[in-house]
């Protein structure tokens, strides 16, 4: 039930490619925001399930508001800069060069220049 609200509300922050590797880090954070809880924690984290569950069967649609705050009231504080960290990561990850990659890069870059200079100048 908190899968999807969880999906969606990643999906708002418009993540791009980098959605997906934010989203299992998500679902890891939850399950052990979840595993770890304490019994008073464990109390409230069912409560709020079981209220969005009553509240299903009553042909209430819980609005994805009160949803994202359950999950809001699950997730700790320090989950949400993680799930940035993950996601500027993942964007550092696909804009920098490779380790390798920079030498063939600089000599793609060198021929290119090569061509565009003979075709405009040596013609």
């Known amino acids: 039930m908190l899968l999807p609200v969880l999906r969606d509300w990643l999906m708002s922050w418009e993540l791009g490619t980098s959605f997906e590797t934010v989203y299992i880090e998500a679902q890891t954070l939850l399950f052990q925001q979840i595993q770890q809880a304490t019994t008073s924690q464990d109390s409230r984290i069912e409560e709020l399930l079981s209220q969005n569950e009553q509240s299903?069967?009553?042909?209430?649609?819980?609005?994805?508001?009160?949803?994202?705050?359950?999950?809001?009231?699950?997730?700790?504080q320090e989950d949400w800069p993680a799930l940035a960290r993950i996601a500027a990561q993942d964007v550092e990850k696909r804009i920098l060069p490779h380790p390798g990659q920079e030498e063939?890069?600089?000599?793609?870059?060198?021929?290119t220049v090569f061509v565009i200079f003979n075709r405009y100048w040596c013609v």
Request: proline share 3%.
């Open 56 to 76: 299903a069967e009553a042909g209430h649609q819980p609005g994805k508001l009160q949803l994202r705050e359950k999950l809001a009231e699950i997730l700790k």
């Open 104 to 111: 063939s890069k600089q000599h793609n870059n060198t021929f």
